[in-house]
């Protein structure tokens, strides 16, 4: 389970209107120079830099309240579109997502888990956890080693594909290890490299401006 991420922002004070009051998540710090929210059972902190800055990550939902979060956040967010489609299903997550962008550009994806449910009226709680991180870096067959010698298995072999994504991690929390150049799904955008950290159980992982994991 992805515990803490740690993103960075040029667009501190946007972000903390978006995610505490039009997403109306837990404000559980809150400074000049970085901010963090509850995600469930995860927390997610922006800190402020000088130089623009996106990622993709995602959030776990309950499978059986997609519909209603998608309600819920079509009254909030504009839906990025994939050939005309606003959500997509993963026969091979057995999950359903849907796509939007942050004020800084990031592609935030909701993940409804058909084998998680969530009973009653949909709340914060709706948010179970930070589901992805996308961590871009040039260096993806070392950065991978290293991952997986850090207990984090690839998903579908032993031997990550330098040129395509590459899901690491077990259930449904992984690390989408992806090289710089490769467009975001359900986005524009492409994947770029800028630092971030993360604590994934009880390991810390920390991705330099470079790409490189530092120690």
Avoid: C
Avoid at 10 to 35: C, P, Q, V, W
Avoid at 84 to 107: K, L, Q, W
């Amino acid at each position: 389970m992805i515990k803490s991420a740690t993103l960075y922002t040029d667009k501190l004070k946007a972000m903390k209107r978006f995610y505490g009051n039009l997403l109306e998540l837990d404000m559980i710090e809150s400074t000049d120079e970085h901010f963090t929210i509850r995600i469930g059972e995860s927390l997610l902190t922006f800190k402020h830099t000088e130089q623009p800055a996106y990622y993709h990550y995602a959030i776990n939902i309950p499978g059986n309240q997609f519909s209603m979060m998608k309600y819920w956040v079509q009254d909030r967010v504009t839906f990025n579109r994939e050939e005309g489609r606003d959500e997509v299903y993963f026969p091979s997550f057995d999950a359903d997502s849907m796509y939007f962008e942050d004020p800084a550009g990031n592609v935030v994806e909701l993940i409804g888990r058909r084998k998680r449910d969530l009973f009653g009226d949909l709340t914060k709680e709706s948010f179970l956890n930070i589901s992805e991180i996308g961590v871009v870096t040039p260096y993806v067959a070392e950065v991978g080693d290293l991952l997986q010698d850090m207990g984090l298995p690839l998903r579908s072999g032993t031997d990550v594909n330098p040129d395509d994504l590459n899901f690491l991690g077990r259930g449904d929390t992984y690390i989408v290890l992806v090289p710089p150049g490769r467009r975001w799904y359900f986005s524009k955008k492409v994947s770029e490299t800028y630092p971030l950290e993360l604590t994934w159980k009880d390991a810390k992982i920390s991705l330099d401006a470079d790409g490189k994991l530092e120690s």
